[in-house]
């Protein structure tokens, strides 16, 4: 399980481990469960810090580095999604050494006394048991690294990004398209061989993203950001592509663009904790989009009510693809309105 932990968190499912971890506290007094994902995030942190010890690429350095050290902590977010998904094989790295740190802590019967902490702080849920920790960590870690060190190779600067040729649209059915009434919406003609237009992908005000509640995101740790706080939860698709994956708690969407842009919209700050409630998905994994087309509903109130945050973010996860990316002072927006341009070019 230590291998197949960090595709759960790509999916959202990791949200309804903790009744595990509370399960098998109550029946047997430690969880064996807990061990087990704390060897799966630090190697995706060890994952990460090999990337960025090994490229030679400034922007990748400084993206791998502070999300190594966040993974170890047990936030693997910023190292999954921001480094080891977008280059592969690092995360197939991470997910090989969580599986041999696990595969050691269930030979020794590790057990933690309490949920919800992983990474190096993991361990003050383990004091009965230090030393099986701090071995089950030293060989997730030690063997995702070396494996991320030896497979990863920065990207040539001379390839271009690939493009996503798409066959036939695949049209959403007519109920889920009326965010893109003729006058509205304007399709998504203004990509070009060398430089591409995203839209906001939802009505509301676009804010300087340094004012983000999350440090995650305030800082662009997983790439190139605009936020927007929304003013209704029709979450649309920003350009014409296809859609990578779409959470199964609806809260975020992955797109790959015409040019080759990785876009990650996120709905609200930890609203994966919401575990779906409050958002409905109108797409699927694969579907062909165009600009406009809606993509999730999110319900503004449900969220707030919840007490999370509702700020949206598309984020360029691959920028350092781009020769430049420009984007848009904050002003109030809606579906439609250029807030980023990526250029293959000078």
Not at 25 to 32: E, L, S, W
Not at 61 to 77: C, N, W, Y
């Amino acid at each position: 399980m230590g291998g197949l932990y960090a595709p759960t968190v790509v999916t959202g499912i990791h949200q309804m481990y903790t009744a595990i971890d509370l399960g098998q506290i109550a029946q047997y007094g430690v969880t064996y469960w807990l061990p087990l994902a704390s060897a799966a995030n630090i190697a995706q942190g060890a994952a990460a810090l090999a990337v960025g010890i090994k490229s030679r690429d400034k922007k990748v350095k400084s993206l791998a580095l502070p999300s190594s050290l966040s993974a170890f902590m047990g936030i693997t977010e910023p190292a999954i999604f921001g480094v080891n998904l977008r280059f592969f094989k690092p995360f197939i790295a991470g997910c090989i050494g969580g599986g041999c740190g696990a595969l050691y802590a269930s030979i020794v019967h590790l057990g933690a006394k309490g949920t919800g902490v992983t990474g190096i702080f993991g361990i003050l849920l383990c004091l009965e048991q230090p030393v099986q920790y701090i071995i089950e960590m030293v060989i997730a870690v030690g063997v995702a690294f070396i494996l991320s060190f030896i497979l990863y190779k920065d990207q040539n600067k001379d390839q271009k990004p690939e493009v996503v040729k798409a066959d036939a649209p695949q049209t959403l059915p007519e109920e889920h398209r009326d965010e893109k009434e003729a006058g509205e919406i304007p399709a998504n003609t203004t990509a070009t061989a060398g430089s591409e237009e995203l839209h906001t992908p939802v009505n509301g005000t676009l804010i300087p993203v340094s004012e983000v509640s999350d440090p995650t995101f305030a800082a662009e740790v997983l790439g190139k950001t605009a936020a927007v706080i929304p003013s209704d939860g029709q979450i649309v698709a920003p350009c014409d592509g296809q859609i990578v994956s779409i959470y199964e708690t609806g809260h975020a969407v992955c797109i790959a663009s015409s040019l080759g842009g990785e876009i990650l919209i996120h709905v609200g700050i930890d609203t994966v904790k919401m575990e779906g409630k409050g958002f409905t998905t109108r797409v699927a994994d694969g579907d062909q989009v165009h600009a406009g087309d809606l993509l999730i509903e999110a319900d503004l109130d449900q969220i707030k009510k919840a007490g999370y945050d509702t700020a949206t973010m598309m984020i360029l996860t691959n920028a350092d693809s781009f020769a430049a990316v420009d984007k848009a002072e904050p002003q109030e927006v809606s579906r439609g309105t250029t807030v980023m341009t990526i250029r293959t070019g000078a």
